[in-house]
């Protein structure tokens, strides 16, 4: 378990950045996405007092990963879904790491934000599908719209949505090569350019952003 915090760390030196303050916290985090769990395992191993929820469309990914972890089947769009298991429950953190669809960023956003805790953090993952045809399903895309913040109201005009919660929005983008293959989870520890496995680029001419926004 060592070596899988210590890969979050480096994999996500921004997390740590804005988490290390709080990581022995009794916290409440939710995750959009499971795939194969490797994610839940590391913010289980950082977050040592955190109740860690989950959910995915995939049932073969809603299983028991830990005693501290809590994982559902559920769509990020289905908001009646979302109310039912989660309505009375606020989030320091919340990680949209699911779809990936510039849709269901936005629609995800704009529904779940209202249950981060004040001073908490939404973090979207992978916000350069906003520069990938086959992800875009959205007039606005996320990614110019957490770049072009410039500390007015947040406006999605396809779902009407405008909060005067946020405090700040950082976005970041890798300029490294990657530390592990997004698409096998080999550990590339930013040594190679390319997937020793899976041949795929992992330089960072991939462009890689992440955002986190932080609630009042």
Request: hydrophobic fraction near 35%.
């Amino acid at each position: 378990m060592v070596q899988i915090k210590l890969h979050f760390i480096i994999l996500h030196f921004f997390y740590d950045k804005n988490f290390k303050n709080i990581r022995d916290r009794p916290l409440n985090i939710l995750e959009l996405g499971i795939y194969n769990g490797k994610s839940l395992l590391m913010l289980e191993e950082y977050f040592p007092n955190a109740n860690i929820y989950a959910i995915d469309i995939n049932k073969d990914s809603v299983k028991n990963y830990g005693t501290r972890i809590h994982t559902y089947l559920c769509s990020q769009d289905d908001e009646s879904k979302l109310q039912e298991l989660f309505s009375d429950i606020e989030f320091d953190i919340i990680i949209d790491d699911g779809s990936h669809l510039t849709i269901h960023q936005l629609k995800s956003f704009a529904f779940l934000f209202k249950w981060v805790k004040p001073g908490g953090l939404y973090v979207c993952e992978d916000l350069h599908t906003s520069l990938i045809n086959s992800y875009v399903n959205s007039e606005t895309l996320p990614l110019h719209l957490f770049e072009n913040y410039n500390g007015n109201n947040l406006h999605i005009p396809e779902i009407n949505y405008t909060e005067d919660n946020i405090r700040d929005v950082e976005v970041y983008k890798r300029d490294i090569n990657a530390y592990m293959c997004y698409r096998c989870s080999t550990i590339n520890n930013g040594e190679f350019k390319t997937c020793k496995n899976c041949n795929v680029d992992l330089s960072p001419d991939t462009h890689s952003y992440t955002s986190i926004i932080f609630k009042k």
